[in-house]
């Protein structure tokens, strides 16, 4: 061979492309048959299994079934390319280990230009519909809803507070009624802090100077925590405070006994 | 010697008085500035620490140990010392101690300093377990809580991953390509020099009044403008890191531009050199980003700039961008030479030629470019602007193609070899597995509904760690295992070295995996308390990395009694091509007594007869034959 097809990354070299002529899958007429009916097995064994597990805290507002379904989705995608990869390397290992005193260089393939192809092609266009169908709840989970009730919510090392302009409100907890839209307008009385209540799925950061929005709409009864997601100082791990989804009436009822108190330690 | 001559001549004790003197230097400054502006109190702690201790001190400890001399006598006009190499090699354990300018002392002294840095970070993270093991606080308070994660993230990041590959490239790379030495030898030596000042300060923050930075190793302002003084620490320190770190870049550069053996094109390069060659290029682009960050947080903390200052018009978010502008490049610079070594070792030891050599490379760019569009996916909930979100989630997800394509070349280049599971070979099988699992959790990372809910929770710790631990670090055991005998002249010992595979493995995943599960379940990262809930899950992990740290020991009796006492390496255990692999081990002082000649491919295995490269004296036999002639390309200077 001379030296310009060596150099030659790409090139196959032609008798050794043939797998019948490595004696250690010679008994196997078809060792990538066999090998994707293995990983095709493991996959659904993976996706059940991985389907199984609890991962999310319960769902608490629309939004969090969209995002829990996306995560399943991912999950389904993902399994079967982790099995491909194990399935590969144990059989190789399994198949192809030199046993001692093997003195043996491999075959000498030095590329494959379809099979680069396809595996250039298959996971872009797989990334490119995972991000399409990103994109497509992403919008969704921030569309505008009608009736929406506005919250200013204000972080502070270390706690949160939170008003509620339309209702002429201010509280130290957060009580939400069920079903109504809200949009959250975030702030910071000092440095970085991250309003996130696992339950409805959303977060966002609080950050000096600017005012972030997410939407929300909770649709479980149910005591919860807004948990501060960014590193804030000190007492960054206790910031921690209640949240409550009530029904309507009752939120209606609490915002009149918070207007009364207010006005009794005002008058 | 006299002390006098002590006191001047280049090394340790010049070193201490150089630090003295420059700390009073800069002492002397701020005293001056403060008596001049009528300040009170006259002597302010903060100012003199940062001006004396962090900045001025690190230069007279540079000058004092010799790595400015030759320079200083060229720029004063006085005559240099003629180079009589006698700086080269090392004759005793003391000699790593001096600057040195041989390239294979420079990379042991990188490995040796980066892995006592790795040592104390993994020592801080046994402490955070021992603390996180149940609800509530045992061990350590919040501040300093914060302070661990902070200085552990900073240590494994600047002081052990990025510098490690820059020690195993600084032996290897130069041999590999059949260079006598580094481009800039001395430029070489002050890289390393600085490395250290930059651990120790990050080291000593934990003493400085109102205790570590504990801002996490993102520093993200304002919490970093206005937390105590151990900031400066990190602030300062990162630029030392930051400065070494590009030096070395430049340094790879102009070596594998210029210093390549006659015949080895760039096509002929081993995968670990293209590796390298990328992975200087990010650092060169992106390094001074990040020392613009801090630079920024140093002015607006010393000087009463207001950068991050929103109610004088300063931008916190703008913190962000500059940082994660080099940050997220960081990651693919602490991946890149990884891919490299993994190339070498799974092709050595599956004896085969590397799957798709030229899309290997290709793919190390294309990560180089994508690389530089995707920073804003750390700031998904930031509160940037929200159309970027989309772009930044797509470029992310792109990545994942050139990323999959070295996964399935390597596992191609499995396919029908002859598999030697050797210590390197299981780090590397490993790295594959767990690094497509931390590359498969990316992926859902970059979705961005799914990040809004993980982003800052243990779901991004696991990730990291996958990625990083999986990924970055057990490609460095792979390195470290594969030319230890060249290292060394010396031979691990084998069963300790599968022990430590199979330990690590194992315990890696106990501790990293169900991370996952409380991250997605709502448990925030960074903190030194949690919700009850998550006790259990917590326990399990803290046992695990409490077991996974120990499984460190096995590696380090295993290379300290090796290096001490293991049998005698051949030149070539292994049986590779690539041009290290031709001198003996360890190499001889200065490499190569004949320049060799690249006739062909590093990874033609299987192909009889065929060579990587050929020395001089016996060329006249190799010239006759095919491989020899006339197909090779005119060297490339």
Known sequence: MNERERDSGNEPVAPAEDPQSDPRIQGERHPLGKMILIGVVASVIGVIAVLQIDWFPVQASTGAHEIDTLYDVLLIASVPIFVLVMSVVIYSVVKFRAKPGDMRDGAPIHGNTRLEVIWVTIPFLMVTALAIYGWVVLDDLEAKQPN?????????????????????????????????????????????????????????????GLTTKIRVTPNRLGKYEVVCAELCGLGHSTMRQDVRVVEPALFDTWVRHQRATAQESAG | MTLTKKLTAPGWYRAILGTALMFCLGTGIVLAVRTAYGWDPLWDWNAIITVGALVAAPFGYLIGIGCFDYWFYWAAGNPTRPEDHSGHGATSWKDYFRVNTDHKVIGIQYIVTTFFFFVCGGLMAMVMRAELAQPGTQFVNPNTFNGLFSVHASLMIFLFIIPVFAGIANYVLPLMIGAPDMAFPRLNALSFWMLPIAGVMMLTSFFAEGGAFATGWT????????????????????????????????????????????????????????????????????????????????????????????????????????????????????????????????????????????????????????????????????????????????????????????????????WRGVIHLRTPMLFALGFITMFTL????????????????????????????????????????????????????????????????????????????????????????????????????????????????????????????????????????????????????????????????????????????????????????????????????????
């Open chain 2, 438 to 637: 931390g590359g498969i959790s990316g992926i859902m990372l970059a979705v961005v509904p799914f990040d809004i809910h993980v982003s800052d929770t243990y779901f991004i710790v696991a990730h990291i760690h996958y990625v990083l631990f999986g990924g970055s670090v057990f490609t460095i055991f792979a390195g470290i295992y594969h030319w230890f005998p060249k290292m060394t002249g010396r031979m691990y010992d084998e069963t300790l070295g599968k022990l430590h595979f199979w330990l690590s493995f194992v315990f890696f995943n106990a501790t990293f995996g169900p991370m996952h599960l409380v991250g997605i379940d709502g448990m925030p990262r960074r903190v030194a308390d949690y919700a009850d809930k998550y006790a259990t899950w917590n326990a399990i992990i803290s046992i695990s990395a409490f077991l996974f740290g120990a499984s460190f020991l096995v590696f380090l009796y295993n290379m300290v009694t090796s290096w001490r006492h293991g049998p005698k390496a051949p030149a070539n255990p292994w049986r590779a091509h690539s041009i290290e692999w031709q001198v003996s081990s360890p190499p001889p002082i200065f490499n190569f007594d004949e320049i060799p000649t690249v006739v062909g491919g590093p990874y033609e295995y299987g192909t009889p007869g065929a060579v990587h490269a050929v020395f001089k004296e016996k060329a006249p036999a190799a010239a006759g034959a095919p491989a020899g002639g006339g197909g090779a390309p005119p060297p490339a200077e």
């Open chain 1, 148 to 208: 929406e009730m506005v919250v200013k919510v204000t972080g502070r090392q270390f706690s949160w507070s939170f008003a509620y302009p339309g209702e002429r409100v201010r509280s130290t907890t957060l009580v939400l009624p069920k079903d109504r839209p809200v949009e959250f307008r975030i702030n910071t009385r000092d440095v970085l802090h991250d309003f996130w209540v696992p339950e409805f799925r959303l977060k966002s950061d609080a950050v000096p």
């Open chain 2, 219 to 414: 520093a993200y302002a304002p919490l970093s403008t206005e937390t105590p003084m151990g900031q400066q620490f990190f602030t300062l320190g990162v630029q030392f890191a930051g400065a070494s770190s590009i030096a070395t870049a430049l340094n790879f550069l102009v070596t594998i531009i210029t210093m390549r053996a006659p015949g080895m094109t760039f096509w002929r390069m081993p995968l670990l050199v293209w590796a390298n060659f990328t992975t200087s290029l990010l650092v060169v682009i992106a390094t001074p980003f990040v020392a613009g960050s801090q630079f920024f947080v140093l002015l607006d903390r010393s000087l009463g700039t207001h950068f991050f200052d929103p109610s004088a018009g300063g931008d916190v978010l703008m913190y962000q961008h500059v940082f994660w502008f080099y940050s997220h490049p960081a990651v693919y610079i602490m991946m890149l030479p990884g891919f490299g070594i993994i190339s070498e070792v799974i092709s050595t030891n599956a004896r085969k030629p590397v799957f798709g050599y030229r899309m290997m490379a290709f793919s190390l760019v294309a990560i180089v470019i994508l690389g530089f569009t995707v920073w804003a996916h750390h700031m998904f909930v930031s509160g940037m602007f929200p159309w970027l979100r989309v772009p930044m989630m797509i470029t992310t997800m792109m990545i994942a193609v050139p990323t999959g394509i070295k996964i399935f070349s390597w596992l191609a280049t499995l």
